[in-house]
């Protein structure tokens, strides 16, 4: 009976350090670029300037995250991690979905325009790792 008790218990620990801190995961790792106006037309929804965030923080997802479309207004918190010549600047940014990226080849996870890429870099036309969580 002593034995059952102490496996239940063992097991309801196990389960519990699962829940709480392994489940708790809550951001990816990818690369991003930049890429320059004109950002219209896009694929989320065409050629509404509206759509653009007038904060300038948008991008395109790449091929991984596109999700046939569905990643269009997603928004993605950003973190620079790292990148040749340390390009990072601190902190991070909220960014919104307005595209695809451009390019069949696209080798980033997300494209970012001009004004993103500035806010989490020092070094512009670079290719950097960054933490992504979508909020």
């Known amino acids: 009976m002593e034995r059952s008790l102490l496996t239940l218990a063992?097991?309801?620990?196990?389960?519990?350090?699962?829940?709480?801190?392994?489940?708790?995961?809550v951001a990816d790792v990818g690369t991003a670029t930049s890429y320059d106006p004109p950002y219209l037309p896009t694929r989320c929804p065409g050629y509404d300037q509206d759509q653009l965030p007038g904060s300038?923080?948008?991008?395109?997802?790449?091929?991984?995250?596109w999700d046939n479309g569905a990643a269009c207004g997603r928004k993605y918190q950003l973190r620079c991690l790292s990148g040749l010549r340390r390009p990072c600047k601190?902190?991070?940014?909220?960014?919104?979905?307005?595209?695809?990226?451009?390019?069949?080849?696209?080798t980033?996870?997300?494209?970012?325009?001009?004004?993103?890429?500035?806010?989490?870099?020092?070094i512009p036309n670079t290719k950097i790792n960054i933490e992504y969580r979508q909020l």
């Open 10 to 25: 063992a097991t309801l620990v196990t389960l519990f350090y699962k829940t709480i801190c392994v489940g708790r995961v």
């Open 56 to 65: 300038g923080l948008f991008v395109a997802a790449g091929h991984g995250i």
């Open 90 to 106: 601190d902190g991070s940014i909220v960014v919104e979905v307005v595209d695809l990226c451009r390019t069949n080849s696209c």
């Open 108 to 122: 980033s996870t997300l494209v970012l325009s001009d004004e993103a890429f500035s806010a989490l870099s020092k």
